[in-house]
């Protein structure tokens, strides 16, 4: 039974996480911008919160250069649910009136009158798309288009992740090849765990569902080796694990599938900054002639990396604030260092201008 009960509590926050998240979401998607314009005037609704993060709205018109006020509107937070009061001038006056949240969907707002004699009976903000909207007063509908005020809109990113890496088969053919024209007899490499943590700086486009990221990054691989050549009589191998840090720079263009833009694709290129080699495990160089120091070193098997990434992203219904995002990434190497790495990681917003 306590089980159950727990079950019961877990399932009743996730949810209520989820509905909290998708209002918060569908409340953001009115802030800004909206106009609508015919051969006699030009209408404007105006969105926007406070320090409070109370959304007030503004509607007016503009007619032969004069602005006409039709109405104004609060959305606040109050016991029991979210409730909007509006006034508009051609109706009872101008008096306040206040509107329960009766709807909700990732597209559609639908309010009722508080006041069973009441009019407007309801009020229905709908969706159609990123850029466009539909207000409804009692049947009575205005088509509105978002009006974009900013250019570009930065956003700050941090993301951790646990990685598996590994060399292609090909890889110590190429590197050793490009040393001495020679290469492993044998090798074999185990794929590993590893970590790694990114600073992305992302820039959003206008009336556009694609970003650009801008990542720096730390990746540590992990990769084991079992392997053995011939060169000049010496016979050289190696049994243990490269471990290395891999400081490095990416390029990242995503993609958001859908208005409510919880889930994207990316692909982008990275090269390395910086590189930090280690070794473990046993090396040896066996043989009646000198060994090559550079064959004897395993820390010079690995090159500086550089090549591909693609990932899928998906936001998480929880903590609008930070917009936490669960993805997934497969990075493949290019050139010498043919390296092959699949990470799982958690992606959090730091802030945004």
């Known amino acids: 039974m306590r089980h159950l009960i727990a079950l019961f509590a877990c399932s009743l926050f996730f949810f209520q996480a989820t509905a909290q998240n998708s209002f918060a979401v569908t409340i953001q998607d009115l ?3 909206w106009y609508t314009d015919s051969r006699t005037e030009i209408q404007y609704s105006v969105w926007s919160y406070d320090a409070n993060k109370n959304l007030f709205n503004r509607t007016f018109a ?5 602005t006409v006020e039709l109405s104004s509107a609060t959305i606040t937070e ?4 979210t409730a909007m009061t509006v006034r508009v001038d051609t109706v009872d006056n101008g008096a306040w009136q206040t509107f ?3 709807e909700l969907t990732d597209d559609r707002l639908l309010w009722q009158n508080e006041n069973p004699e009441g009019r407007p009976r309801q009020l229905e903000w709908r969706f159609d798309g990123n850029n466009y909207g539909i207000s409804r007063m009692d049947g009575i509908e205005t088509a509105y288009r978002r009006r974009r005020m900013k250019p570009l809109k930065w956003e700050f990113r941090c993301a951790g992740a646990a990685n598996l890496s590994t ?23 185990q794929r590993m765990a590893g970590q790694e943590i990114s600073l992305s700086a992302r820039v959003a486009f206008p009336e556009s569902f ?52 919880y889930v994207s694709l990316s692909g982008g290129f990275y090269f390395t900054l910086a590189q930090q080699l280690n070794y473990r495990g046993r090396a040896t160089a066996t043989g009646p002639e000198t060994p090559n120091v550079t064959l004897a070193n395993p820390r010079m098997d690995v090159y500086a990396e550089r090549g591909l990434l693609a990932g899928l ?27 092959r790495a699949t990470a799982l990681g958690l992606s959090f917003r730091l802030g945004e201008k």
Do not use: H
């Open 62 to 66: 503009v007619l032969c250069g004069d």
């Open 313 to 339: 992203s998906c936001r998480l219904p929880v903590f609008p604030r930070y917009q936490p995002a669960l993805y997934v990434r497969q990075t493949i190497g290019l050139g010498g260092n043919q390296v």
């Open 78 to 81: 109050v016991p029991g649910g």
């Open 210 to 261: 694609l970003l650009l990221n801008m990542e720096l990054g730390i990746a540590r691989r992990q990769i084991g080796v079992k392997a053995s050549f011939q060169q000049d009589q010496i016979w050289y191998t190696r049994n243990g694990v490269y471990d290395y840090f891999n400081t490095y720079l990416a390029l990242v263009p995503e993609v958001f599938l859908g208005r409510k833009k």
């Open 100 to 102: 329960r949240l009766a």
């Open 31 to 33: 802030e800004g911008t």
């Open 167 to 189: 060399f292609a088969d090909n890889q110590a053919l190429e590197k050793f090849r490009s040393l001495q024209r020679i290469s492993f007899d044998e090798a074999s490499y």
